[in-house]
C-alpha cells in the first residue's frame, strides 16, 4: 500500500530543496505523490506591491529592501568562492500529477492563510495520508486536518531560541556554533508543531551560505522520515513542542544588518588577510604519564612536528612494555595525511618513521586486538570506505586487510567489542557534502569485527549535533566505556574535548553522558583540542595553534 502525499505550493516550479525532495520522492516504491494544491494567488506586480504596502511600514520596507541587496551580493560570493550545495530545479507541469487550485483566505497583513469549505472538500475527497508544506503562509483552521496523518513543514531553526526567519541569519548574526532544524506536524502555534525531528548543524560562515547548507542537510531527514512512514503506515513518536515566550524573528533592521556586515565581513577579510601572512592552523601532540587526576593536562612533553608536517590524531598503544603512540602526519605540501609512530617514554620520545602511505589522505589511526592480531581502522574517507589494515611487524608494517563498508562517507571510527557484540561508532555525512562533524552512527556485529556484515542501530543517527557528534577518542577504563567526542564553535574546528561515558549500549538502545570538559588551555597561544587518548601509562592529547610564515616555532 502506497502512502498518499499531498503537496501544497504557491506555484508549480518549487526551489531547488523541494524539487530535491519531490524527485527523490517520485522514485519511490511505496510513496506517491497523488496531488499538487496550488495556492491561487494574485501574482501580478500591483498586487505585489499592494500586498508590500499593506503588510510594512515605510521603515521595514527599506530594510527588507537592503536585506536583499545583501543577500544578491551573498549570492555571488557563494555561487564564486565557496562549496555548493545546489540541487536541480524541476518544473512540476511536466509530471503527471493531479492538480487543484485553492484561493486561500488571507489575513489582512497576508500572513495567515485559511481556506473555504468548498476548497477543503476538494482536499479531503483525495483522501490523502499526508500533506508537505512547501509554500509560504503560516497555515490556520482545517486544513491541518483535511489529511489523515495532518501538515507536515520543515522549520530551519532551533524552535526553543529562535521563531520566525530568515532561516539561518540569526545564528549567524549571533556567532552560534550550530543552526538547528525540525520536521513538524503542524498546528496553528507558530513554529510551534509536534516535533518529528530535531537536529543541528554547524553555524557556516555568512548567512546565505548556513541557508544553504542546512536546507541541504536537512532534506536527509525529511526523506528518512517519509521512508519510516511507508514501512509502519504511520507517524513515528512525536515530542510536543517547548512553550515559547522569546522573541519572534524577523528580517533585520538597519542596524542590525549594519552590526551583521561588520561582523560577518571583518571575519571574511580577516581570513583572507591571514592567508596572506602565510596563516596555517599546526596541531601538535604531547603526552604526559599517566596519574589519579586523567584530565589534568600539566607538564605535557609535546612531540616536535616533522619539517612541513603537523600531528594530530594520537592514539596509544601498549606492545612487551613499550608504549607507542601512532599518529595522523600531514604534510603541507601534498595536502594529505599519512600515519606515523612515535617510541616513547616518561622524558624522551623516538620517530620510527611512516607507517602508512596512501594516495589519498589517511587520518585517525584507531588500533585495536582481535583473535591476537592487531588492526587499524584509520580514517579513509577521502575514497568512500571504511578500511582496515593489518598488522605484519610491529609496529612500522601493515598491509591493507579489508573493507568494511564501500560507499558511505565515513570519518574517524571506532570498533570495539563490548557484552559479546562488536559495535562501530563512525561519523557518517548523509548529505554527502563533506560535513563529518554533525551525525554520530552506530553499527553492530555478530561476526566480529572483520566482516562488511555491520547492522545498522535502528536508531542512526544517536546524535544529530556538531556539538557532540565528531568522535575524539575512545577509552576503557575500570570496565567503562567514554567515547570522546569533539566540540565545535562557530567558526572553529575541534574546539573543545568533551568525555562521555557509554551508560548504554545494545542493539536496540544507545546513551551517554558527559562528564569531564577539556579546554585548550594548557598550553600557551592554543585555541583549539580535538583528540584526547589514554592507556594505562600515558595519557596523549592534541592541540592547535596559529603559525605564520611557514615558521613552527612549536608549543611553550
Same mark, same amino acid.
Given at each position: 500500500?502506497?502512502?498518499?502525499?499531498?503537496?501544497?505550493?504557491?506555484?508549480?516550479?518549487?526551489?531547488?530543496?523541494?524539487?530535491?525532495?519531490?524527485?527523490?520522492?517520485?522514485?519511490?516504491?511505496?510513496?506517491?505523490?497523488?496531488?499538487?494544491?496550488?495556492?491561487?494567488?494574485?501574482?501580478?506586480?500591483?498586487?505585489?506591491?499592494?500586498?508590500?504596502?499593506? +503588510?510594512?511600514?515605510?521603515?521595514?520596507?527599506?530594510?527588507?529592501?537592503?536585506?536583499?541587496?545583501?543577500?544578491?551580493?551573498?549570492?555571488?560570493?557563494?555561487? =564564486?568562492?565557496?562549496?555548493?550545495?545546489?540541487?536541480?530545479?524541476?518544473?512540476?507541469?511536466?509530471?503527471?500529477?493531479?492538480?487543484?487550485?485553492? #484561493?486561500?483566505?488571507?489575513?489582512?497583513?497576508?500572513?495567515?492563510?485559511?481556506?473555504?469549505?468548498?476548497?477543503?472538500? #476538494?482536499?479531503?475527497?483525495?483522501? !490523502?495520508?499526508?500533506?508537505?508544506?512547501?509554500?509560504?503562509?503560516?497555515?490556520?483552521?482545517?486544513?491541518?486536518?483535511?489529511?489523515?496523518?495532518?501538515?507536515?513543514?520543515?522549520?530551519?531553526?532551533?524552535?526553543?531560541?529562535?521563531?520566525?526567519?530568515?532561516?539561518?541569519?540569526?545564528?549567524?548574526? $549571533?556567532?552560534? *556554533? +550550530?543552526?538547528?532544524?525540525?520536521?513538524?506536524?503542524?498546528?496553528?502555534?507558530?513554529?510551534?508543531?509536534?516535533?518529528?525531528?530535531?537536529?543541528?548543524?554547524?553555524?557556516?560562515?555568512?548567512?546565505?551560505?548556513?541557508?544553504?547548507?542546512?536546507?541541504?542537510? *536537512? !532534506?536527509?531527514?525529511?526523506?528518512?522520515?517519509?521512508?519510516?512512514?511507508?514501512?509502519?503506515?504511520?507517524?513515528?513518536?512525536?515530542?510536543?513542542?517547548?512553550?515559547?515566550?522569546?522573541?519572534?524573528?524577523?528580517?533585520?533592521?538597519?542596524?542590525?544588518?549594519?552590526?551583521?556586515?561588520?561582523?560577518?565581513?571583518?571575519?571574511?577579510?580577516?581570513?583572507?588577510?591571514?592567508?596572506?601572512?602565510?596563516? #596555517?592552523?599546526?596541531?601538535?601532540?604531547?603526552?604526559?604519564?599517566?596519574? /589519579?587526576?586523567?584530565?589534568?593536562?600539566?607538564?605535557?612533553?609535546?612531540?616536535?612536528?616533522?619539517?612541513?608536517?603537523?600531528?594530530?590524531?594520537?592514539?596509544?598503544?601498549?606492545?612487551?612494555?613499550?608504549?607507542?603512540?601512532?599518529?595522523?602526519?600531514?604534510?603541507?605540501?601534498?595536502?594529505?595525511?599519512?600515519?606515523?609512530?612515535?617510541?616513547?617514554?616518561?622524558?624522551?620520545?623516538?620517530?620510527?618513521?611512516?607507517?602508512?602511505?596512501?594516495?589519498?589522505?589517511?587520518?585517525?589511526?584507531?588500533?585495536?586486538?582481535?583473535?591476537?592480531?592487531? =588492526?587499524?581502522?584509520?580514517?579513509?574517507?577521502?575514497?568512500?570506505?571504511?578500511?582496515?589494515?593489518?598488522?605484519?611487524?610491529?609496529?612500522? +608494517?601493515?598491509?591493507?586487510?579489508?573493507?568494511?563498508?564501500?560507499?558511505?562517507?565515513?570519518?574517524?571510527?571506532?570498533?570495539?567489542? /563490548?557484552?559479546?557484540?562488536?559495535?562501530?561508532?563512525?561519523?557518517?555525512?548523509?548529505?554527502?557534502?563533506?560535513?563529518?562533524?554533525?551525525?554520530?552512527?552506530?553499527? $553492530? *556485529?555478530?561476526?566480529?569485527?572483520?566482516?562488511?556484515?555491520?547492522?545498522? /542501530?535502528?536508531?542512526?543517527?544517536?546524535?544529530?549535533?556538531?556539538?557532540?557528534?565528531?568522535?575524539?577518542?575512545?577509552?576503557?577504563?575500570?570496565?567503562?566505556?567514554?567515547?570522546?567526542?569533539?566540540?565545535?564553535?562557530?567558526?572553529? $574546528?575541534?574546539?573543545?574535548?568533551?568525555?562521555?561515558?557509554?551508560?548504554?549500549?545494545?542493539?536496540?538502545?544507545?546513551?551517554?553522558?558527559?562528564?569531564?570538559?577539556?579546554?585548550?588551555?594548557?598550553?600557551?597561544?592554543?585555541?583549539?583540542? /580535538?583528540?584526547?587518548?589514554?592507556?594505562?601509562?600515558?595519557?596523549?592529547?592534541?592541540?592547535?595553534?596559529?603559525?605564520?610564515?611557514?615558521?613552527?616555532?612549536?608549543?611553550?
Amino acid at each position: 500500500m502506497r502512502i498518499k502525499i499531498g503537496l501544497l505550493l504557491d506555484n508549480l516550479e518549487p526551489d531547488e530543496y523541494n524539487s530535491e525532495l519531490i524527485q527523490w520522492i517520485d522514485k519511490q516504491d511505496k510513496l506517491e505523490i497523488s496531488l499538487c494544491i496550488i495556492n491561487k494567488l494574485n501574482t501580478s506586480k500591483i498586487s505585489k506591491i499592494k500586498s508590500v504596502f499593506n +503588510k510594512y511600514s515605510i521603515n521595514r520596507i527599506i530594510n527588507k529592501i537592503l536585506f536583499k541587496l545583501v543577500v544578491l551580493f551573498e549570492k555571488y560570493l557563494y555561487k =564564486f568562492f565557496f562549496d555548493k550545495y545546489n540541487s536541480n530545479k524541476i518544473k512540476l507541469n511536466n509530471f503527471q500529477i493531479p492538480k487543484i487550485y485553492v #484561493k486561500p483566505i488571507l489575513s489582512k497583513k497576508r500572513i495567515y492563510y485559511q481556506y473555504s469549505d468548498d476548497d477543503l472538500k #476538494k482536499i479531503k475527497d483525495k483522501k !490523502l495520508d499526508l500533506i508537505i508544506r512547501m509554500g509560504s503562509g503560516i497555515l490556520k483552521g482545517d486544513i491541518l486536518f483535511s489529511s489523515k496523518h495532518g501538515v507536515l513543514s520543515f522549520h530551519h531553526a532551533d524552535n526553543d531560541i529562535n521563531r520566525g526567519g530568515p532561516a539561518g541569519f540569526w545564528e549567524v548574526f $549571533y556567532r552560534q *556554533s +550550530k543552526t538547528g532544524f525540525i520536521i513538524q506536524q503542524l498546528n496553528e502555534t507558530l513554529d510551534g508543531g509536534n516535533i518529528l525531528r530535531k537536529g543541528f548543524f554547524p553555524t557556516k560562515i555568512f548567512f546565505y551560505l548556513n541557508q544553504k547548507f542546512i536546507y541541504k542537510k *536537512s !532534506l536527509y531527514y525529511f526523506k528518512k522520515l517519509l521512508s519510516e512512514i511507508s514501512e509502519n503506515n504511520m507517524l513515528p513518536n512525536m515530542t510536543p513542542s517547548n512553550k515559547y515566550n522569546g522573541k519572534i524573528y524577523k528580517d533585520p533592521n538597519f542596524l542590525e544588518l549594519f552590526y551583521y556586515l561588520y561582523k560577518t565581513y571583518s571575519k571574511i577579510i580577516g581570513i583572507f588577510l591571514r592567508k596572506c601572512f602565510l596563516e #596555517k592552523d599546526t596541531w601538535y601532540v604531547a603526552y604526559k604519564e599517566k596519574n /589519579h587526576n586523567l584530565y589534568n593536562l600539566d607538564n605535557l612533553k609535546v612531540i616536535e612536528n616533522n619539517k612541513n608536517c603537523f600531528n594530530a590524531d594520537p592514539f596509544i598503544y601498549k606492545l612487551k612494555d613499550q608504549n607507542y603512540i601512532f599518529v595522523e602526519s600531514f604534510n603541507f605540501k601534498k595536502k594529505r595525511g599519512s600515519i606515523s609512530v612515535y617510541k616513547i617514554k616518561k622524558h624522551s620520545y623516538e620517530f620510527l618513521g611512516e607507517v602508512l602511505n596512501e594516495k589519498f589522505h589517511l587520518s585517525f589511526p584507531f588500533i585495536f586486538e582481535f583473535e591476537n592480531k592487531i =588492526f587499524m581502522c584509520p580514517e579513509t574517507n577521502q575514497i568512500n570506505e571504511i578500511r582496515l589494515y593489518e598488522n605484519i611487524s610491529f609496529p612500522n +608494517k601493515w598491509k591493507y586487510h579489508s573493507t568494511l563498508m564501500k560507499n558511505v562517507s565515513a570519518a574517524d571510527t571506532l570498533i570495539f567489542e /563490548h557484552n559479546g557484540i562488536w559495535w562501530l561508532l563512525t561519523n557518517i555525512d548523509y548529505s554527502e557534502i563533506n560535513d563529518h562533524n554533525s551525525e554520530l552512527s552506530l553499527y $553492530y *556485529s555478530y561476526e566480529g569485527p572483520l566482516t562488511s556484515k555491520w547492522n545498522k /542501530h535502528p536508531k542512526n543517527p544517536l546524535i544529530i549535533d556538531p556539538e557532540k557528534a565528531r568522535n575524539a577518542g575512545l577509552i576503557s577504563e575500570n570496565n567503562k566505556l567514554y567515547r570522546v567526542s569533539q566540540k565545535n564553535e562557530f567558526g572553529i $574546528y575541534g574546539k573543545e574535548i568533551d568525555i562521555n561515558i557509554i551508560d548504554m549500549i545494545s542493539t536496540e538502545n544507545y546513551s551517554e553522558k558527559t562528564i569531564h570538559n577539556i579546554k585548550p588551555d594548557f598550553k600557551k597561544r592554543l585555541f583549539a583540542t /580535538h583528540h584526547f587518548n589514554l592507556n594505562d601509562d600515558y595519557i596523549v592529547v592534541d592541540c592547535c595553534k596559529k603559525n605564520y610564515f611557514n615558521i613552527d616555532n612549536g608549543l611553550k
